[in-house]
């Protein structure tokens, strides 16, 4: 077993925003998927850094640990 934990030491590999069913990103669908392993890595995660630091914007099922890689990756969470 690893003594090394994941603290400062992970990254974000992806993420999905949900957005209701008034929401339409194509073929009925109310919720995307971004994988940030699949090009672009951090500056992908830049792109969505307004919707993460947005306070108007609700925010669900983010734990602790997704908090720190989040804040040590482009944004911090409002």
């Not at 934990?5 to 194509?26: K, V």
């Not at 992908?44 to 914007?57: G, Q, T």
């Amino acid at each position: 077993m690893k003594e090394e934990t994941p603290i400062d030491h992970g990254e974000i590999t992806c993420f999905s925003i949900y957005s209701g069913p008034e929401a339409d990103f194509g073929n009925g669908k109310s919720c995307i998927w971004v994988d940030v392993l699949d090009g672009g890595g951090r500056d992908l995660l830049h792109e969505f850094a307004p919707f993460f630091e947005s306070p108007d914007i609700k925010k669900v099922n983010f734990v602790s640990f997704d908090l720190l890689m989040l804040s040590s990756s482009a944004a911090s969470l409002k």
